[in-house]
């Protein structure tokens, strides 16, 4: 069983900042790439942030220069700081993992149950 458990959404008013954390536990072998992503009313799913293992981050245009993603690989954690945050940047924002299972070939996408983020003008 994995379990991803967001934290750290809410409200807040345009310029404001906020810090998303996401935390994966479980029988969990490896974790490959993690990620963040939003949807907002009427609107697909998105691509917000992704980090790789090793480090390497890659980000929508929509956001860059303003959030940054990170993660602590000994606690199986990844973060989204969220600067300058704009009413526009209002969605749910869910968690993303691509993780190995014990036990288990092959890796597989994970989710998040997602948090609200409110931006406020």
């Known amino acids: 069983q994995v379990q991803l458990v967001e934290s750290g959404g809410g409200l807040v008013q345009a310029g404001g900042s906020l810090r998303l954390s996401c935390a994966v536990s479980?029988?969990?072998?490896?974790?490959?790439?993690m990620g963040w992503y939003r949807q907002a009313p009427g609107k697909q799913r998105e691509l917000v942030a992704t980090?790789?293992?090793?480090?390497?981050?890659n980000y929508a245009d929509s956001v860059k220069g303003r959030f940054t993603i990170s993660r602590d690989n000994a606690k199986n954690t990844v973060y989204l700081q969220m600067n300058s945050l704009k009413p526009e940047d209002t969605a749910v924002y869910y968690c993303?993992?691509?993780?190995?299972?014990?036990?288990?070939?092959?890796?597989?996408?994970?989710w998040g149950q997602g948090t609200q983020v409110t931006v406020s003008s």
């Open positions: 993303n993992a691509n993780l190995r299972v014990r036990r288990l070939s092959g890796s597989y996408d994970y």
């Open positions: 479980g029988s969990i072998f490896s974790i490959n790439d």
């Open positions: 980090i790789t293992s090793g480090g390497s981050t």
